[in-house]
């Protein structure tokens, strides 16, 4: 394991994230955050926002930087694709994390490129022995570039795949052991994903190595039908947590014990004081998995 990052200014606040809630960051928000000082655990940034050398992004990025810890989370690394890593891309990248030590940095098991195109969509991996090893050796090239630990999200699915030999779980795990990469859980994505394939959340969770998780993500969906006219959920990111994942939350903290806990809300942005709302809900569940007794098993 990769130890914690220390802060490159004296000034700054720990870089290590702490077991609270936090929001993604948005441009529109930072003025009234930093005039009000909010009571937020950290915030959470897509590196592909802040590739550029400077400008107002970098700006605003260094005063929230200054009073709040940070998580880098990155969305078009394309771990799972079929083609070598952009090492243009993983250079960025370690450039962002040595800029500004994030407590916590991850990606998503998922690919978004072929050949020389890029698509605006986390694409699914089939979980057989070709993805694991493709998926390990990205990895592996991913910790040795940047200099420290990763962590990777589980998928929100729509389909599965019939070359598939082992389930999600399995794969996740065996990534984690070959790796030693840290696991992003999003409870959303479990709850979309089961929901989708007609599979148990709970037993989902029940089984996942909570032991191995840094980070949660919390977010909206959009429900839909299928053609078949079974509930399909979206992973839209732009509504606030459905009751149903804040019960699977509160399950899985009370179980493993308080986790930096991210709001994304990414799509149909609200005001700061609606995001907000959700981050405190969430605090509000930590606290309670915080109390000794409180634990029970998921």
Not at 60 to 67: G, P, Y
Not at 275 to 288: D, G, H, P, T
Request: charged share 25%.
């Amino acid at each position: 394991m990769i130890s914690k990052a220390t802060p490159y200014r004296q000034s700054r606040v720990d870089a290590v994230i702490p077991a609270r809630a936090g929001a993604g960051l948005k441009p529109e928000h930072i003025s009234e955050i930093l005039a009000d000082r909010a009571d937020v655990g950290f915030f959470e940034v897509h590196a592909e926002n802040y590739m550029g050398a400077g400008g107002p992004p970098h700006r605003q990025l260094e005063a929230i930087r200054q009073d709040y810890p940070l998580s880098l989370h990155g969305v078009g690394l394309s771990i799972g694709g079929e083609q070598a890593l952009d090492k243009a891309h993983l250079q960025r990248l370690a450039e962002l994390n040595r800029r500004y030590e994030p407590g916590l940095f991850s990606e998503h098991l998922a690919w978004s490129t072929h050949e020389t195109s890029y698509f605006n969509d986390l694409l699914p991996v089939p979980y057989d022995e070709a993805a694991l090893d493709r998926v390990c050796d990205h990895i592996d090239a991913v910790q040795e570039t940047v200099g420290r630990q990763m962590l990777l999200e589980n998928p929100s699915t729509y389909i599965s795949f019939e070359q598939s030999t082992m389930s999600e779980l399995d794969f996740l795990k065996q990534i984690t052991r070959r790796t030693g990469c840290g696991l992003l859980l999003d409870v959303n994505n479990v709850h979309v994903s089961c929901t989708n394939h007609q599979q148990s959340a709970a037993d989902y969770l029940r089984d996942f190595p909570l032991e191995a998780v840094g980070e949660i993500h919390l977010g909206g969906h959009a429900p839909d039908i299928d053609d078949a006219g079974r509930p399909l959920l979206i992973d839209a990111h732009d509504r606030e947590v459905d009751a149903a994942v804040w019960n699977l939350y509160e399950r899985a903290v009370q179980n493993n014990g308080p986790l930096p806990t991210l709001i994304e809300w990414d799509n149909e942005v609200p005001a700061w004081p609606v995001l907000f709302s959700e981050v405190k809900a969430a605090e509000q569940i930590l606290a309670r998995a915080a109390e000794p007794g409180l634990r029970r098993a998921v």
